[in-house]
């Protein structure tokens, strides 16, 4: 599980980080002022990379947070199993099997030999698109 810290101040819509245990893609990200008592505050709306989940956090805007290391790569299709789908990367020729994607669009151009991209983000493969 690769994991590198960043604080909230530093992170912008479209950038990701771990919220609740799971990966989330931030949405939004509204930084307040310093006021007289207070430390500056980061309202954060995200949406969960694994369940698609919207969450919202509050928190100071120095505050350390973990972000996933995601690794992006190419891989060919090699096998249709049903639920699952078995994939060869392109560059260690390493093969196993991932999920077929939810989204019935990307499903639809899953085919066998099809190029396509997958993300690694804390142990667990995803397909992300088809090239």
């Excluded at 500056?40 to 947070?65: L, S, Y």
């Excluded at 973990?66 to 060919?76: G, L, M, Q």
């Excluded at 020729?93 to 396509?116: G, H, M, W």
């Amino acid at each position: 599980m690769s994991i590198k810290k960043a604080v909230v101040k530093s992170l912008k819509p479209g950038s990701y980080f771990m919220l609740e245990d799971e990966p989330c893609r931030i949405v939004s990200i509204e930084k307040s002022k310093p006021g007289k008592h207070g430390a500056a505050k980061a309202n954060i709306t995200a949406v969960g990379f694994f369940t698609g989940r919207k969450r919202n956090a509050i928190m100071p805007a120095d505050r350390m947070v973990d972000v996933p290391v995601i690794d992006k790569r190419s891989a060919t299709i090699i096998a249709d199993l049903g639920d699952n789908l078995s994939i060869m990367d392109s560059e260690s020729y390493e093969t196993f099997e991932v999920e077929r994607p939810t989204d019935q669009e990307l499903a639809s151009k899953t085919v066998v030999n099809a190029e396509i991209e997958y993300w690694d983000v804390m142990g667990k493969k995803v397909i992300t698109r088809v090239k």
